[in-house]
């Protein structure tokens, strides 16, 4: 019997893999889990520089096993996915998750009473918003990840920083009211100050300053946007104009494996705006983009087949022979665009056949390709 302890490189492959899949990642979130219940914590900040590093590290190195390639509208294999971002609006979520990064570590390293106050809500606002993106990108990987059982080690990672964040902002807000409660004295005759301590004493009371800055770094980052020529909905663009996740709402062109006839390569090929994909297909096994006209041809084609056999053949033979060489001739948008204009005639022909001819035209239309 073969075993793998007759190949030590295997064996030490094996416990590397478990050292980096469970054992650091999990002994970090224990330690983190551990310095938010005692009383007195042990190399909190150590252990929180170190989750924070080499977790993403880890999260990196993860997400390289995935195969990811290019954006939505990049052709890629079948075995590869697009990425999870767009690349175009990438800067607009990089942009707050570093501030939000760097806010983390100031509350982390400084103590309370050297920190203005109005400062202090700042960096909690900026540290709020960069938890906001990281569950959204918690979520926006989940259709993809979830599917294998290592996908979940991407999940520690995301719980940690929501952790540690937490900590930092409660740690931080109850040496507030330590601080002013050794100066409550002082501030007797002094009511406007009496009154922030009041204020800071209660700790449901912090929300709504949080609440009102963070308002005020969005209204900034926007207008950061607008300047940069982004546009308001950056941020959201950044998950939606992407193709295999779960807030992606673009359909990606066939994959590089696949040859289509000329119709799927000019549903695939051609500004959205033109040839209007509604759906991803399958054909033939392969993945494909499907618009209407090709819905239309394709329903027209079965029709014809069903009803004259003999002469489905020799439509199905001549379109085979001039159909696949120029499929290989639209390599542009712009052809695809003018290719899905000429055929737009005959679309209305293979239409007005259904029409006449089959009870439920439109059934049969959506009916093609379906997955």
């Known amino acids: 019997m073969n075993s793998i302890f007759n190949h030590p490189e295997i064996l030490i492959g094996y416990l590397i893999m478990i050292l980096i899949v469970a054992v650091i990642p999990g002994g970090l979130t224990i330690r983190n889990i551990m310095n938010c219940i005692v009383k007195k914590p042990k190399f909190e900040k150590g252990f929180a520089v170190l989750t924070v590093i080499i977790g993403g590290i880890f999260y990196l190195l993860l997400l390289a096993f995935y195969q990811i390639e290019g954006d939505w509208y990049e052709p890629i294999y079948p075995d590869q996915l697009h990425n999870p971002l767009s690349s175009e609006y990438f800067p607009a979520l990089m942009l707050p998750v570093m501030i939000g990064t760097v806010g983390y570590f100031v509350l982390l390293f400084t103590k309370a009473d050297s920190i203005p106050p109005l400062v202090s809500v700042y960096l909690i606002a900026n540290l709020i918003l960069l938890n906001v993106i990281q569950i959204a990108l918690a ?45 409550e004295d002082q501030m007797c005759d002094r009511p406007g100050v009496k ?11 912090y929300a709504f300053p949080i609440l009102l800055m963070l308002f005020f770094v969005v209204a900034l980052l926007e207008i950061f946007f607008v300047l940069a020529g982004q546009g308001l909905d950056a941020p959201v663009k950044a998950f939606t104009d992407t193709a295999d996740w779960t807030f992606s709402q673009q359909i990606p062109p066939p994959p590089l494996e696949y040859e289509g006839h000329y119709l799927c390569t000019v549903a695939a090929g051609g500004h959205g705006k033109v040839v209007k994909p509604i759906r991803l297909g399958r054909r033939r096994g392969a993945v494909i983009v499907v618009n209407r006209q090709l819905c239309v041809a394709n329903a027209f084609e079965e029709a014809v087949a069903e009803r004259f056999p003999t002469l489905h ?12 060489p120029l499929s290989n001739l639209i390599t542009t948008r712009g052809r695809a665009d003018a290719v ?11 239409l007005l056949y259904l029409y006449l001819t089959d009870a439920r035209p439109e059934e049969r239309i959506s009916r093609q390709y379906k997955m």
């Open 139 to 183: 979520v926006q990987m989940y259709k993809v990840v979830s599917t294998q059982w290592i996908g979940y080690l991407f999940y520690v990672y995301h719980f940690n920083v929501l952790l540690l964040s937490t900590r930092v902002i409660v740690k931080h807000m109850k040496e507030q009211v330590a601080y002013y409660k050794t100066r």
């Open 195 to 205: 009154l922030m301590y009041i204020w800071a004493s209660r700790m449901s009371g």
């Open 313 to 324: 053949r020799k439509i199905r033979h001549a379109y085979d022979t001039y159909g696949y």
């Open 340 to 350: 899905y204009i000429l055929m737009k005639p005959l679309e209305w022909v293979f």
